[in-house]
């Protein structure tokens, strides 16, 4: 029972707020400020200029990883586990 009236009260709040939207939609009137836009360059071109800071990011990111210095360390250890040397070599890729 309680699943009933549960299912028909979804049914009415669905088609209460269904109709609030279509009146709401009908009570839109259009509404025409000015015949001619004014827009700055940006506004006209920002797409180009964002997509030129993404293609020199990717340039910036991309060209850093090749060419560059390698560490090296070894360790050497005795028979009971304690360290006896640590060597590091930096050198160029």
Avoid at 13 to 41: C, D, P, R, Y
Avoid at 63 to 82: E, P, Q, Y
């Amino acid at each position: 029972m309680q699943q009933y009236v549960l299912k028909h009260s979804i049914k009415i709040i669905g088609l209460f707020i269904f109709m609030l939207t279509a009146m709401g939609m009908q009570a839109q009137g259009k509404v025409e400020i000015g015949t001619h836009e004014l827009v700055s360059w940006f506004e006209n071109n920002w797409m180009w200029i964002a997509a030129g800071v993404l293609i020199l990011l990717m340039i910036v990111l991309f060209s850093r990883g090749k060419g560059g210095r390698r560490k090296t360390t070894t360790v050497i250890k005795d028979s009971h586990g304690k360290t006896k040397s640590v060597t590091t070599i930096e050198e160029q890729i």
